[in-house]
């Protein structure tokens, strides 16, 4: 429990016999703080995906910084100060004590995200041919990938080779417990789903395969491997032609931030793929078919997928109101 004037707790991160990797918040004596653990402890039971843990566990490091920023305790939170929170999420000088918490814009829309990700795409070196810049044109592909597909990327980092079908022009999402790099289709046995990709990514897609991944001599049969030859991981060993893991998309994407000045996370994409398919169907007049939509993201549920990834904004819920009123003279005058 966070105690008053404490330092807000920080995240570590463990591999679990039988759990794989997961996400833990520790106080300033590196002791956990048990009912977060407790919390995570249950997430991973019930066969939560470890980048599913991972994101709690950063929630909760959120909220437990608002806690210490107000010197409260866990057990002393109201109501109100549930409110607070949700406000203080939105200040970006949320981190300074000094700024108060006032409400900001929400998240991009999908058409902002779209404009910026080009922005992003471009500051990604991508020389001449595949193999002069092998990383780049990894790089590059992956995020075209997580926006073309709306991949979760624990979802596109376990994609194996066997996992491509070209002729059925996409690739398959299979839910896979013991992935060497950690990562997992977060849907669950018996829930794999197969999503249709555009010619002209699969075209690239070819190129990574037959140009680039097979001249890095792969150790494993995933896709997504590591190419920089002096790659090492902790203990030293070299890492260069295994899977590549979650951590390391997540650096590549901080990287290409600050090189860009556009922050992007990988989930961001995921987001606007969803959204511009709903908006597709406004733009053409026609009724969003939310089980198709459900099923390219694999949600169990269509009201997931109807209130977490459609992020609509003025004008076009003001499409989707005129829309109703045509059909509803039409119906009139029928």
């Not at 109100?80 to 949320?94: E, G």
């Not at 979650?246 to 600050?258: A, D, R, T």
Request: hydrophobic letters at 40%; glycine letters at 6%; aromatic letters at 10%.
């Amino acid at each position: 429990m966070v105690e008053v004037n404490e330092v807000p707790p920080r995240v570590v991160a463990a591999d679990v016999p039988g759990r794989g990797r997961m996400y833990y918040l520790v106080d300033s004596q590196d002791d956990f703080l048990p009912e977060a653990k407790a919390f995570l402890d249950w997430k991973a039971a019930t066969r939560r995906a470890p980048t599913t843990v991972k994101a709690y566990c950063s929630r909760l490091s959120w909220y437990y910084h608002f806690l210490a920023h107000r010197n409260m305790r866990v057990s002393e939170v109201t109501p109100a100060d549930l409110t607070a929170f949700v406000i203080w999420l939105c200040n970006p000088y949320r981190d300074v004590k000094t700024v108060p918490a006032i409400s900001q814009p929400s998240p991009l829309t999908a058409t902002s995200v779209n404009l910026i990700f080009q922005i992003f795409l471009n500051s990604i070196h991508l020389a001449e041919n595949p193999n002069a810049d092998p990383t780049g044109f990894r790089d590059r592909l992956l995020c075209l990938m997580l926006k073309e597909g709306g991949f979760r990327i624990g979802e596109l980092l376990g994609m194996r080779m066997q996992d491509l079908e070209f002729g059925k022009h996409g690739v398959h999402v299979r839910f896979r417990p013991d992935n060497e790099n950690g990562a997992r289709a977060k849907a669950g046995y018996g829930r794999d789903r197969f999503v249709h990709l555009p010619d002209d990514l699969l075209g690239l897609l070819d190129i990574y395969i037959t140009e680039v991944w097979i001249e890095a001599n792969p150790r494993t049969d995933h896709l997504w491997i590591v190419l920089r030859k002096e790659a090492k991981d902790q203990a030293g060993q070299r890492t260069c032609g295994t899977a590549l893991r979650v951590s390391s998309v997540e650096k590549m994407f901080q990287h290409y931030s600050n090189k860009s000045h556009v922050r992007l996370h990988p989930h961001v994409l995921r987001h606007t793929h969803a959204t511009q398919m709903v908006l597709s169907y406004l733009r053409d007049g026609e009724d969003v078919d939310w089980k198709f939509v459900q099923e390219r993201l694999g949600h169990t549920s269509v009201v997931t997928t109807m209130q977490t990834y459609t992020h609509l904004n003025d004008e076009d819920r003001k499409l989707a109101y005129e829309r109703y009123l045509k059909k509803k003279e039409g119906k009139a005058h029928a």
